[in-house]
């Protein structure tokens, strides 16, 4: 968003989006201003990825609510977004996002730090479309398969009625 939302806004806004989206899970990025944004958000919205701890092969939640992003995770969501680009060209996973891609290229690995080209030495340059993307794919891939539940009202009167005839008509037939 880079600056467009104020900071005391954001979360609303989140909130929103969760909603609109059927109530779908928001990761934030913990670090600078996520703290930010986590904690207002968390008295919004219920919805929000927390942090697992895997001990005796069972994950464990935390406390620690969004994504903390350091070197040893860069590199494992950044090489998963790299493994999404090149291998699956052709997966439901498509950004036509003009700015992602140009960020994306500008996007190296410096001196063993992931990061923008630039970033460093002052110039603007910007890594937030490709740490986002990164993000999600990763989250995503760890969120288990939706399910569709459909939701039906009980039928009442005559259309209880027809439904008992047509249960008991599909009892008749053939038995061997």
């Known amino acids: 968003m880079r600056g467009r ?15 609109y989206y059927n109530r779908c899970w928001l990761n934030i990025e913990r670090n600078n201003h996520g703290h930010a944004v986590i904690i207002p958000l968390f008295r919004l919205y219920p919805y929000l990825w927390h942090k697992e ?9 935390t406390d620690q609510i969004g994504f ?5 995770s860069k590199k494992i969501i950044i090489g998963e977004l790299g493994r999404d680009i090149s291998i699956k060209p052709d997966s439901a ?6 700015t992602f891609w140009k960020e994306t290229l500008t996007f190296v ?3 063993g730090v992931m990061e923008a080209q630039g970033k460093r ?3 603007r340059c910007y890594d937030d479309t490709v ?6 794919l990763w989250t995503n891939s760890r969120l288990p398969i939706a399910k569709y539940i459909r939701k039906t009202t009980p039928l009442k009167g005559w259309r209880a009625d027809m ?9 008749v037939g053939w038995t061997v």
């Open 68 to 72: 903390q992003t350091g070197d040893s």
């Open 5 to 19: 939302i104020r900071l005391s806004e954001f979360p609303e806004q989140l909130a929103m989006i969760g909603t």
């Open 93 to 98: 996973w498509i950004d036509k996002s003009e």
């Open 53 to 61: 701890i895997f001990t005796s092969g069972l994950p464990k939640l």
């Open 109 to 111: 690995q410096e001196d």
């Open 163 to 171: 439904m008992k005839e047509k249960k008991q008509e599909q009892l």
């Open 131 to 136: 740490m986002a993307t990164a993000i999600m």
């Open 121 to 123: 030495r002052g110039q």
